[in-house]
């Protein structure tokens, strides 16, 4: 009998699978995993929808920490900026974390797949927007300063119009508690275009936030016992390696073609799960 | 612009340093009690009473402390840790930034903390 409690180890495969595959390709496009892992838990796994959230927001935790550890290190996260964006983020996340628990999963269903919708648009905007080129304001606050890996030369910026990025940030946060996504999709172009931070480190501070963001919500899921220990623990740890992967990979190849597949992919998904 | 050039200073990033620190050893520990947990689950034939499928923070604490390791409390405790990890990060941040004498984030910080604490405390006052 407690045998049959636990996953069958071809459930074990798929999710470990999903879960790297997820990680692999959220870390390729800027996305992380949960964009990924949780039409993969709910369509291929029929995992119910509050639990597949769960399960998200365990993996962009982790993720969101490893990655996190090493931008600290090569100094490209702006800590004082994320530490300031975290108030409207983790705020956000308690309100998304405690509503998402009022909501039926086929609503929460509907909202993600309205969410992939609005993701897809905003990869094929950034992707038609980006043209390699940056420009850097200096007489904002919050200064930072990197080393880019790409030219060898350091890079000095300050940030303009934080009051606005915060408000992007409450956004990004309420979407996190609420769907079990990181968020970044809201808060890079924001941080970005709003505020005047290059990109590398628009990227790395944004990832340096979900895990907290993530973990504002993760305690009301788990109180609400929506978190499974299988399936949390394979699927966080194939997202975690995949993820790793991804960033080793994302480091030799720049393809705008993946963008638009995986735009078109995550179009189809969305229509899938709004007709569910 | 005197902040650009005082942030190269090594000692503004006790920090980022202690803070990365910090992530890594979460993430390992989590990474091993999860690993640990899904191995003894697919090995063993388990003769512990296994804990429940919606445990309390109390009880993972307290099998933890009795030493009564099932798979399941293995993998949950693998999960928690990993889910207090950021909130660690945050109280390092805190101590990092009053080394740094940074008070104004010293608040900043301590804000995001006490908001993630009122988290856990809704939590653990939901379930009753």
Not at chain 1, 2 to 22: E, K, M, N, Q
Not at chain 1, 77 to 95: F, Y
Not at chain 1, 218 to 234: E, K
Not at chain 1, 235 to 243: D, F, Q, R, T, W
Request: proline letters at 3%; glycine letters at 10%.
């Amino acid at each position: 009998m407690l045998r049959g409690i636990f996953l069958s180890i071809l459930t074990f495969i798929y999710l470990l699978a999903g879960g790297f595959v997820a990680g692999t390709f959220g870390a390729l496009l800027g996305l992380g995993g949960g964009v990924l892992l949780i039409p993969f838990l709910v369509i291929v796994l029929g995992i119910p929808m509050h639990q597949a959230i769960a399960t998200s927001i365990i993996a962009v935790i982790a993720t969101s920490s490893a990655g996190a550890a090493i931008n600290l290190e090569r100094r490209i996260v702006n800590m004082r900026l994320g530490m300031i964006l975290e108030i409207a983020t983790v705020a956000g996340a308690i309100l998304g974390g405690i509503t998402a628990n009022y909501l039926s999963s086929n609503v929460l269903t509907k909202l993600f797949s309205g969410l992939l919708f609005f993701v897809a648009a905003i990869m094929v905007w950034r992707a038609r927007l980006h043209n390699g080129k940056e420009t850097v304001y200096t007489n904002g606050v919050l200064p930072g300063m990197f080393v880019d890996d790409a030219t060898g030369e350091s890079v000095l910026y300050t940030v303009k119009k934080v009051p606005a990025a915060m408000c992007v940030s409450l956004v990004a946060g309420n979407v996190s508690g609420l769907l079990g996504v990181g968020g970044g999709i809201f808060k890079v172009p924001a941080m970005h275009i709003l505020s005047g931070i290059p990109m590398k480190a628009a990227t790395a501070t944004s990832n340096f936030m979900i895990g907290v963001t993530a973990a504002a919500s993760a305690f009301i899921y788990f109180a609400h016992g929506h978190i499974n220990p299988f399936i949390a623990s394979t699927a966080a740890l194939g997202v975690l390696a995949g993820s790793m992967m991804g960033i080793q990979i994302s480091r030799k190849i720049h393809s705008n073609v993946l963008t638009w597949v995986f735009a078109v992919a995550l179009l189809g998904i969305s229509i899938q799960l709004f007709l569910r | 612009m005197p902040d650009l050039i005082s942030i190269s200073d090594n000692t503004q990033h006790d920090a980022e340093r202690w803070t990365s620190r910090v992530l890594r050893l979460g993430v390992w520990v989590s990474a091993s009690l999860m690993i640990f947990g899904l191995l003894l689950a697919a090995l063993s034939p388990i003769s512990i009473v296994p804990l429940s499928m919606n445990p309390s923070l109390g009880n993972l604490v307290e099998r933890m402390f009795s030493f009564t390791f099932d798979p399941v409390t293995l993998m949950f405790t693998g999960l928690v840790v990993l889910m207090f990890t950021p909130i660690l990060r945050v109280i390092t941040a805190v101590f990092g930034f009053a080394a740094e004498r940074d008070w104004r984030f010293v608040i900043v910080s301590s804000v995001v903390l006490f908001m993630l604490v009122g988290e856990i405390v809704y939590s653990v006052f939901m379930r009753r």
